[in-house]
């Protein structure tokens, strides 16, 4: 595509370009308008034209439902059917009560009137359409449920959409109104209303058009949708999380919703009266057809706008390109005569005019340099024959020549020859300073080995010598314990005394007790036998007193040989602390010795090891002088080809050169 664009002539690339740019621009301002329109309509359906739709068909729904309510709320309180409750029912005034209900159902066509009286024992149910009908509602009944609810609810009145054995299948929408009057049980006595024939308000609803796709519902408060049209999409609010949003709300609601694939905007409000969600759906298509067809018409006169522009401005990319094919075909002159004496003419004073200026300019400096160029290759034409002349290529070699040619040869040799003797010298001396370079490597690891080792018996001696100081300050601690330990054992032997003093005046008190009791006689028997037993006793802890003394007299004589070891131990351990004090300290200076040797070691190394650098880069750079001298010789040789390839060369410049038509 590139390549096919770079042989397009200027005339049509501006042609293009312009048709592309003015094309772009028609469509991005045709879609930015259309967006914006859309944008604004959207929000004018959604803020202004749905909801005025929603309030003007609900108002139509309150004020089909109203008279309804009205007339159930009469009928709940009507005085004859509360006097004919009250007064128990009589069948004699049946027959009025179902003229009254026949009124009612006349008056406006209801589809039926009903009305529950609950007694507060049995509730009976009176529905009139065409004729009079009644039956008992029980709990117990499923199709009863309505109004067991209804009372469950509390509400002044409600509608439901129901049916009964007395409509058959058809639903109709009842309106149920609680009266005025309360039983015994506290519910209302009478529950009234009529039955509304649902088809009014289905054609209501269902006639409801909003374009030609709009369409309006009825749904409970569950969201289920009870009266629509038959082409309506939605069938329950809570069948999508997006359109049960809308469900819980008192006031209007609109949003554009997606449901079974299909954007529709949706409105929903709620109808207090009717206690049900009046809703509106309205597909996006139908909305937007209007918008894309003005899109379409926009683009086709966009399109014919553009093809305009495009024929009106051929002819001026045509003039602006005239003065670039006029530089063109003098360029083209120029390049096919090589004449640089011609320069580009132009009445342009812009641009064109400043390139034509800058073009001539490049001229002659390509004409001067040209000049310089023929000259040079005059020069050339001369150094490349001196050169020659020099290398022995041109006229005939004299002797002089020939010995000037084998004393560079001969020279070149020797000076080789030199260099292969220094070279193998260097490389003996290399490996000479490659082994010592090795050996005192290995001497630094030995002096870095004997230092780690030093260091590490130096650390052992130190913890050896904290260890000894701890066991000296333990063996003083169990010295000073064992004294204070024999101190307690006298305090003991005093205690004893004490203990064999006082059973002595024990036995001594027993002996005065059993002298007193055998003169008593026959009433001193008992406390004779007292008296002997404390005696006893005292005998026993006498005894006992005895042996504990020799055990303390065993204690103590053993803490004394104690003492004596403690002290004994005390005095070696501070013999030993003595002489680690003295190990550690020549450990340190040996620590420092081996400290010094490795760094001495290290010196060395690094010494060798430089030397050795030092050799293999004259080892290298003497291979480097060898290889240049046997490059010399070659480039002896070379010398004479490249002074005949500079001969030819300045031949072919000069004609070359010759080509170039410059000022004389």
């Known amino acids: 595509m590139l390549l096919f664009w770079k042989k397009l002539s200027l005339r049509l690339r501006l042609f293009l370009s312009f048709g592309v740019l003015f094309g772009l621009m028609t469509v991005l301002t045709l879609v930015i308008q259309t967006s914006l329109y859309t944008k604004s309509r959207v929000e004018g359906l959604i803020q202004q034209e749905l909801p005025a739709h929603l309030a003007h068909l609900g108002t139509e729904v309150a004020l089909e439902l109203a008279p309804s309510i009205y007339l159930s709320r009469g009928l709940a309180n009507n005085p004859l059917i509360v006097r004919w409750v009250e007064e128990g029912r009589p069948d004699a005034e049946l027959a009025k009560v179902s003229n009254e209900m026949a009124k009612t159902f006349q008056d406006l066509s209801y589809a039926s009137v009903f009305f529950v009286v609950n007694d507060g024992e049995e509730i009976s149910y009176y529905y009139f359409s065409n004729t009079l009908n009644t039956t008992k509602l029980t709990k117990a009944n499923a199709d009863d449920a309505w109004y067991f609810d209804y009372l469950a609810s509390l509400k002044p009145y409600e509608l439901n959409l129901d049916s009964n054995k007395f409509t ?232 002089k020549q020939q010995e000037v040619s084998q004393t560079m040869a001969a020279a070149v040799e020797q000076m080789s020859s030199s260099v292969a003797e220094i070279t193998s010298t260097m490389e003996e001396l290399s490996a000479s300073s490659t082994q010592i370079a090795d050996h005192s490597q290995s001497v630094v690891e030995v002096a870095n080995l004997t230092l780690d080792s030093s260091k590490k018996g130096a650390e052992a001696m130190q913890h050896l010598q904290a260890r000894m100081g701890d066991i000296h300050q333990d063996s003083a601690t169990s010295l000073q314990e064992i004294i204070q330990l024999g101190s307690k054992s006298k305090e003991i032997s005093k205690v004893m005394d004490l203990i064999n003093t006082l059973a002595d005046q024990t036995k001594l008190i027993a002996f005065n007790a059993a002298l007193e009791a055998s003169s008593a006689g026959e009433s001193g028997k008992r406390f004779s036998v007292v008296a002997s037993e404390i005696r006893r006793l005292a005998d026993s802890v006498t005894d006992s007193t005895h042996e504990i003394e020799d055990r303390i007299q065993e204690i103590q004589d053993s803490i004394s040989r104690l003492v004596i070891t403690s002290e004994k131990g005390a005095h070696s351990i501070q013999l030993g602390m003595q002489v680690s004090s003295e190990t550690a300290e020549d450990l340190n200076a040996l620590v420092q010795a081996a400290s010094k040797t490795s760094n001495a070691a290290q010196q060395i190394s690094l010494s060798t090891k430089q030397q050795k650098t030092a050799s293999n880069q004259v080892v290298i750079a003497l291979h480097d002088i060898a290889n240049a001298s046997s490059h010399n010789a070659e480039s002896v040789r070379g010398i004479t080809e490249v002074s005949k390839e500079m001969i030819e060369m300045s031949q072919q410049l000069n004609e070359l050169v010759h080509e170039f038509k410059v000022k004389q």
């Open 168 to 399: 058959g299948k058809e639903l109709q929408m009842f309106v149920n109104y609680s009266g005025s009057e309360i039983n015994s049980l506290g519910q209302p006595l009478i529950v009234a209303g009529v039955g509304l024939d649902m088809q009014k308000l289905a054609d209501l609803i269902s006639n409801y058009r909003l374009g030609e796709q709009g369409r309006a519902s009825l749904a409970n408060h569950k969201g289920l949708v009870e009266v629509s049209s038959k082409d309506s999409t939605i069938t329950n609010l809570a069948a999508t999380p997006e359109l049960e949003s809308l469900l819980g709300h008192d006031e209007l609601l609109v949003k554009q919703v997606t449901f079974q694939g299909q954007a529709l905007f949706v409105g929903v409000v709620w109808l207090e009266d009717l206690q049900r969600y009046l809703v509106v759906e309205v597909p996006r298509s139908e909305f937007m057809a209007p918008i894309m067809q003005q899109l379409y018409q926009s683009l086709l006169v966009g399109g014919l706008f553009l093809l305009l522009s495009l024929a009106l401005f051929y002819p001026l990319a045509v003039s602006l390109s005239r003065p670039l094919v006029h530089f063109q075909r003098q360029l083209g002159v120029i390049t096919r005569t090589l004449d640089l004496s011609k320069r580009l003419e132009t009445t342009d004073q812009a641009e064109l005019g400043d390139l034509a200026i800058q073009i001539n300019s490049l001229l002659e400096r390509i004409e001067v340099a040209i000049s310089g160029v023929l000259g040079s290759s005059k020069r050339l034409t001369t150094t490349a024959t001196l050169l020659a002349q020099t290398a022995g290529l041109v006229g005939r070699n004299t002797d």
